[in-house]
């Protein structure tokens, strides 16, 4: 690689910049012949954005007397790339079976409809009895598995696939054993 310009980008591999005037297939050729491996920098473009309003970029959902909510964090997590890095390889986002161990899953939310392929509860004689009240457990269930690209609500960061409703938190919460 004398006198080409190149940067590194990890160890064992670096990025070799095509010389002006250079062809980049028989620059690769060249490299090639040299005895490395040559491959594209391709250059990718996003395929799955959700139509969720939640989803960053879209309008967000309305809050009542708060304005509105977008789901921040699936771009700190980087649902948007992983999901169309998928679509990218010819898949359909599905995730293998998640399990939400929280308080009560409601099965029949919009959002939830059709995603939650089973349910239990492991609540302690002293766990205050099954927690409907808060919404704790649909709220968590919508973050993992909503309905993905319905547009309605949020969307789930495993776009598809089953969940397993696990309630382990009751009223009055729930013990390490609950959750063991």
Known sequence: LSGVVTQAVTDGV????TPAGTDDR????????????AQPDFLYAPLANPNDPGVPGNAGV???????????????VRAPQAWTFLQGCGKTPVAAKTAILDSKVEAGHPDLTGRVAGSASFLSPDS????????????????????TNNGR???GVTWSGPLLAVEVLGAAGGSTSDLA
């Open 14 to 17: 670096r990025l070799a910049f």
């Open 26 to 37: 028989a620059f690769a050729v060249t490299l090639q012949q040299a005895g490395l491996r």
């Open 62 to 76: 309305p809050i009542s007397g708060a304005g509105t909510f977008t789901q921040s964090y699936l771009t700190r």
């Open 128 to 147: 205050g009895g099954s927690d409907t009240s808060t919404g704790h457990g649909t709220a968590s269930a919508g973050l993992v598995g909503a309905a």
């Open 153 to 155: 609500g949020v969307a």
